[in-house]
């Protein structure tokens, strides 16, 4: 008789998730402080202005401001976040007279 052999079980198929790195925010967005800006393995970014660096080294906004890059002189990227100017919307003024005391 005609027999198949059962076939033996491949050794493949298995895979890691993909780790979501690489820049989250660009060049000119305004991001609020605690904003992750870049996630990445080593120190391939560095940290500028108003931002710091996450166990993990991921890149991350001390302030809220705007997104800015540029290059350092060994000519590596540094990402900086530049402050947004506070605007003065009006003042309040007090010219209420203090209640007389209820006797």
């Known amino acids: 008789m005609a027999h198949k052999k ?3 079980s491949s ?3 298995r ?3 993909g780790r979501r ?5 660009n060049a000119g967005q305004v991001v609020l402080a605690g904003t992750i800006i870049v ?3 080593g120190t391939r ?3 500028g202005e108003n931002v710091g ?3 993990d080294h991921t890149l991350y ?8 890059f540029d290059k350092t002189r060994g000519d590596r990227s540094r990402v900086n976040v530049l402050e947004l100017p506070v605007l003065r919307v009006g003042s309040v003024e007090m010219d209420a007279e203090p209640a007389p005391a209820a006797d």
């Open 6 to 8: 059962g076939g033996g």
């Open 11 to 13: 050794r493949n198929g």
């Open 15 to 17: 895979d890691s998730a």
């Open 21 to 25: 790195l690489g820049l989250k925010r």
């Open 39 to 41: 996630r990445q393995r």
């Open 45 to 47: 970014i560095l940290a």
């Open 53 to 55: 660096v996450g166990r």
């Open 61 to 68: 906004a001390l302030r809220s401001g705007t997104v800015a």
